[in-house]
């Protein structure tokens, strides 16, 4: 079983706007989530989620990726920042690098990301494209624990969107946004109840204490 009882410290890693990120605050302030906001990593200077977190008075940090020559180079110095700040669960929101064992076995099975599509159906780039290409009727988000593959953790929540036959990447991106907005706090909120448990490739969540019976 993954979380604990006390406030979750949350580590946010993120590279554009910011909008998972902002969905997390939000959340974390209206009691949503068990939890805070604690840092946020970005590689990109320009980040939108800089402006965010300065607004929400969050701390964060730039580190440069083009100043490294290589990738596990640069999860160290994530890790080393991460740990420093005792966090509890790491959040990729917009996240543009694929991260090292070295980031993912230093908070094995504490790392989690949203990818619009539901995997493990168009893993990798442009997900929504690549839906609409496949003509397919439903799409959606997947909040995934992270492990070593490109999206291929094991599956936490997934929303169902259904694809308008208007659609183009820009209007099915906005609806599936939507729905990352709704399920990644309820994920993460999951995690600090403790309410996950991982069995190989199967995530169950467990209900709250308060609806269980006695005898359980």
Same mark, same amino acid.
């Given at each position: +079983?993954?979380? =604990?009882?006390?406030?979750?410290?949350?580590?946010?890693?993120?590279?554009?706007?910011?909008?998972?990120? !902002?969905?997390?605050?939000?959340?974390?302030?209206?009691?949503?989530?068990?939890? #805070?906001?604690?840092? +946020?990593?970005?590689?990109?200077?320009?980040?939108?989620?800089?402006?965010?977190?300065?607004?929400?008075?969050?701390?964060?940090? %730039?580190?440069?990726?083009?100043? *490294?020559?290589?990738?596990?180079?640069?999860?160290?110095?994530?890790?080393?920042?991460?740990?420093?700040?005792?966090?509890?669960?790491?959040?990729?929101?917009?996240? +543009?690098?694929?991260? =090292?064992?070295?980031?993912?076995?230093?908070?094995? !099975?504490?790392? +989690?990301?949203?990818?619009?599509?539901?995997?493990?159906?168009?893993?990798?780039?442009?997900? !929504?494209?690549?839906?609409?290409?496949?003509?397919?009727?439903? =799409?959606?988000?997947?909040?995934? *624990?992270?492990?070593?593959?490109?999206?291929?953790?094991?599956?936490?929540?997934?929303?169902?969107?259904?694809? #308008?036959?208007?659609?183009?990447?820009?209007?099915?991106?906005?609806?599936?946004?939507?729905?990352? #907005?709704?399920?990644?706090?309820?994920?993460?909120?999951?995690?600090? !109840?403790?309410?996950?448990?991982?069995?190989?490739?199967? %995530?169950?969540?467990?209900?709250?204490? =308060?609806?269980?019976?006695?005898?359980?």
């Amino acid at each position: +079983m993954t979380g =604990s009882a006390s406030p979750l410290r949350i580590g946010v890693l993120a590279s554009g706007e910011g909008t998972n990120l !902002q969905a997390l605050l939000d959340a974390c302030d209206e009691g949503r989530i068990n939890g #805070h906001v604690v840092l +946020m990593l970005t590689n990109n200077p320009r980040a939108g989620a800089i402006v965010r977190c300065k607004r929400a008075d969050v701390p964060f940090a %730039v580190v440069d990726h083009r100043a *490294f020559s290589e990738r596990t180079a640069f999860d160290a110095v994530l890790v080393e920042k991460l740990r420093a700040a005792r966090i509890d669960l790491v959040v990729l929101a917009g996240f +543009m690098r694929i991260i =090292s064992p070295v980031l993912i076995n230093a908070f094995a !099975q504490r790392i +989690m990301n949203i990818h619009p599509s539901l995997l493990p159906a168009f893993p990798g780039k442009e997900p !929504q494209r690549q839906a609409l290409e496949h003509g397919v009727r439903f =799409s959606g988000c997947t909040v995934h *624990f992270v492990d070593t593959g490109v999206d291929t953790g094991p599956i936490i929540l997934q929303a169902v969107v259904p694809v #308008h036959e208007t659609d183009d990447v820009e209007t099915l991106k906005r609806r599936i946004q939507e729905e990352e #907005h709704r399920i990644y706090p309820q994920a993460v909120q999951f995690f600090a !109840q403790g309410r996950l448990v991982l069995n190989g490739r199967r %995530v169950t969540i467990l209900p709250e204490a =308060s609806s269980l019976p006695d005898s359980f």
